[in-house]
């Protein structure tokens, strides 16, 4: 089965990255977003298998991470930043739900590489 993932980040470029770093590997984009209430709301339509969430989408609330967390209860998250692995776990702290804190400075394989084992795939 080929895993599915929502991609949910404002930058056009970034996100075409993703979505080709990600299908090269295997994988189905099932939908991106640009926006909280896009994110919420394609999670909660498409239930992807994961999805990857940039952590600074405009009118950023800690509320909007819970609830794309709800709207896809099963899928693994995975919340992204440009800023460092560490500092991205340290703002994340505390918030349940969480799967994966990841950097937009890792290498296109780690993040890859971060979903697959986190999926089994």
Sequence with gaps: MVPRLLVCDDAPGYRLLVQT???????????????????????????????????????????????????????????????????VAALVDGIDGIDLVLSKRQSPDALVAAFSTRLGA
């Design 21 to 87: 770093i990600f299908e090269d590997a295997g994988f189905e984009i099932a939908a991106t977003a640009d926006s909280w209430d896009e994110s919420e709301r394609l999670a909660a339509a498409v239930r992807p298998d994961a999805i990857l969430l940039d952590l600074w989408l405009p009118t950023f609330e800690w509320e909007r991470v819970k609830r794309v967390r709800a709207a896809a209860p099963d899928s693994v998250l995975a919340v992204v930043s440009a800023l460092a692995t560490e500092e």
